[in-house]
């Protein structure tokens, strides 16, 4: 059964960094695209990087562009969202989601987010206060 299980959250200060990890099982990551998504309180649910090793394809949000990115690790299944310069409208639940496919679709851009499609994780709640 495939599974994702996010973890690293956590709350850290404006300006500070944080690493979230996404682990992948019942499935291998080695192929298929994985995006990162996030849900701040009150607001819809919103996909900010898609990465696909398969056709290189990749998606990322103007709300973290040059402050965020992704990253995996193919023998460990597991992949990674690096979050840099982090501001207070940074705070959210934090999940991992793939669609199965090879490419990153408007699956990983488009609202509102298919939460009924493909394998999700339970999140991870990220708090940026001073």
């Known amino acids: 059964q495939a599974q994702l299980v996010e973890s690293g959250g956590g709350s850290v200060q404006p300006g500070g960094s944080l690493r979230l990890s996404c682990a992948a099982s019942?499935?291998?990551?080695?192929?298929?695209?994985i995006g990162w998504f996030r849900q701040a309180p009150g607001k819809e649910r919103e996909g900010i990087l898609c990465?696909?090793?398969?056709?290189?394809?990749?998606y990322s949000a103007d709300s973290v562009k040059d402050r965020f990115s992704m990253s995996r690790d193919k023998d460990r299944n597991m992949a990674f969202l690096q979050m840099n310069s982090l501001k207070p409208e940074d705070t959210a639940v934090y999940y991992c989601?793939?669609?199965?496919?090879?490419?990153?679709?408007?699956?990983?851009?488009?609202?509102?987010?298919?939460?009924?499609?493909?394998?999700w994780g339970q999140g991870t709640q990220v708090t940026v206060s001073s």
């Open positions: 990465t696909s090793p398969s056709d290189g394809s990749r």
């Open positions: 989601a793939t669609d199965f496919g090879l490419s990153c679709t408007s699956y990983y851009s488009a609202q509102p987010v298919r939460q009924d499609v493909g394998s």
């Open positions: 019942g499935f291998s990551l080695r192929y298929y695209a």
